[in-house]
């Protein structure tokens, strides 16, 4: 994940993270809508149901603050084995009463499975295996006691299968989920890191290039100075000479690294375009061009590539666009870039000290930039600006 291209925007991860954190510590809740349906079908004494919701509704709070809790201490939690054994007692009970007094009881092993398969999440990995094996063996002979000792006339074996199947299939469905979650939470840390990295590795160049460039010209510029020191008194034409080779390498070394800051800070308008459009896509925005960046006149091209760069990362940062569009115009000097973009979120978009530091620039260049919010909900970011060559000729 070392291209900025082929990772995903801020917003979309966001999301992505949100979606997955609910759908772990959601699935408790969701499954223990079978109980409730158990309970809703079948005339139970109060009592029963009394006592039964309170089992549901310890075992699903419990799922809930286990899950969160490992989420965000990213896959660990500090709870205990007894409360994790007591919970699973809790729910073994209910599995086993419930599964007693009528076949829809066996809807509550949805209850212990819940329990054993957050057990396996939360756990060491070395008790994995035991917490799974020992967990179905226990909750199929719970079922199976239950069956044969209670007033229904099914076979105890349908309940030995039945744990078979559901266990073990629940602690899938939880540790794949948990590997989701790994794998969200690793891309994410891909991301930031491969952004550091491409900082880190510009500066770098940037050092490299303004060292070598310094380097050279500040030696030549000492020994030529320390030559005219000598010189003085002795042969002031060759120290005045000294003197002037002095001067004119440091012009050159200044004029030279004005050149490198300005290819380190100023791409192509083009550039900028493949950049922008490549970055809009992988975020899962439909990105079009339209007109051509080599018409625009060069002394504006880093001015529109600016505007072009900032204009993206507000539709990624302040936006849940699905559509971007960026149209091109030029007029006898006279250049209009326009960015367009739906999932407008907020209506002050033109506050941002980016977008106020690309209104100086453009205004600079007797050029302007203004953003607003057209009558379709989608906002428009729009640059003009004049050849100064043409301008200069008017």
Not at 220 to 239: H, P, S, T, W, Y
Not at 277 to 295: K, Q
Not at 347 to 356: F, I, P, V, Y
């Amino acid at each position: 994940m070392t291209d900025a291209h082929s990772t995903m925007s801020d917003a979309s991860m966001a999301r992505l993270r949100r979606a997955m954190w609910w759908v772990l510590v959601g699935f408790g809740p969701v499954i223990a809508v079978l109980p409730v349906i158990d309970l809703l079908r079948h005339p139970y004494p109060f009592a029963v149901t009394l006592l039964a919701g309170a089992a549901l509704a310890i075992v699903t709070a419990q799922h809930v603050r286990w899950m969160r809790d490992a989420m965000r201490g990213l896959g660990k939690s500090d709870v205990s084995h007894l409360e994790l054994a007591t919970t699973f007692a809790i729910a073994l009970a209910a599995w086993g009463y419930m599964v007693s007094q009528t076949r829809g009881g066996a809807l509550w092993l949805v209850l212990p499975a819940a329990v054993i398969a957050v057990g396996v999440v939360l756990v060491r990995t070395s008790l994995r295996w035991p917490v799974v094996v020992g967990g179905t063996l226990v909750t199929a002979a719970v079922g199976m006691a239950g069956v044969a000792w209670g007033v229904t006339d099914a076979a105890p074996w349908r309940a030995a299968l039945a744990t078979v199947i559901v266990i073990p299939s629940a602690v899938f469905a939880y540790v794949f989920q948990v590997w989701l979650w790994d794998v969200v939470l690793e891309v994410d840390r891909s991301r930031a890191a491969a952004g550091a990295l491409a900082v880190a590795e510009e500066r770098l160049r940037f050092a490299a290039d303004l060292h070598d460039i310094q380097g050279h010209h500040l030696q030549a510029i000492a020994l030529k100075a320390e030559l005219a020191e000598r010189l003085v008194g002795r042969d002031d034409d060759a120290a005045r000479a000294n003197a002037h080779d002095v001067a004119e390498l440091a012009r050159t070394a200044l004029q030279e690294t004005r050149e490198v800051v300005l290819g380190y800070r100023r791409a192509s308008l083009q550039t900028e375009i493949g950049n922008a459009v490549g970055i809009l896509r992988a975020a899962g925005i439909e990105a079009t061009v339209s007109g051509e960046a080599v018409d625009v006149p060069a002394p504006l091209q880093p001015l529109f590539a600016a505007l072009v760069r900032e204009g993206t990362t507000n539709v990624l940062r302040h936006s849940d666009a699905t559509r971007c569009i960026l149209e091109l115009s030029t007029s006898d000097g006279k250049v209009i870039v326009r960015l367009r973009n739906n999932g407008v979120r907020r209506k002050s978009t033109m506050d941002g000290s980016g977008l106020a530091g690309l209104r100086e620039r453009f205004a600079d260049l007797g050029g302007q930039v203004q953003g607003e919010i057209d009558d379709d909900g989608w906002f428009d970011l729009v640059g003009r600006a004049v050849d100064p060559a043409r301008r200069a000729a008017r």
